[in-house]
């Protein structure tokens, strides 16, 4: 399984940005998926997740209300949409898979990162 996000950028704070995880080698339909950021400095945190069917989400407590994980298992995309942006997003956002539904540990594949910049 090969994962690739994209859709990162500069935004002003406040703005919106959809990230998408596009997922290619096999289907993840069965997949848990998961979305991470990294800052500068800064370890590795879990953002969201989602299950297999879609039907659980998870999020971190400093994106809830702000950030909506979703999934198209047709197109093999997984997408981050994040709203109401803020300096301290800024990060390079990693999307990463489960083939056994983990959720913020475990993760099977690994993505490429895109790089979120919120400037104030």
């Known amino acids: 399984v090969q994962l690739q996000a994209s859709g990162g950028g500069l935004v002003q704070a406040g703005g919106s940005l959809r990230l998408s995880c596009a997922a290619s080698?096999?289907?993840?339909?069965?997949?848990?998926i998961n979305w991470f950021r990294q800052a500068p400095g800064k370890e590795c945190e879990f953002v969201a997740a989602?299950?297999?069917?879609?039907?659980?989400?998870y999020y971190a407590d400093s994106v809830k209300g702000r950030f909506t994980i979703s999934r198209d298992n047709a197109k093999n995309t997984m997408y981050l949409q994040m709203n109401s942006l803020k300096p301290e997003d800024t990060a390079v956002y990693y999307c990463a898979a489960s083939q056994y539904g983990r959720i913020r540990y475990g993760m099977d594949y690994w993505g490429k990162g895109t790089q979120v910049t919120v400037s104030s």
């Open positions: 989602i299950s297999w069917s879609g039907g659980s989400t």
């Open positions: 080698g096999r289907t993840v339909s069965s997949y848990a």
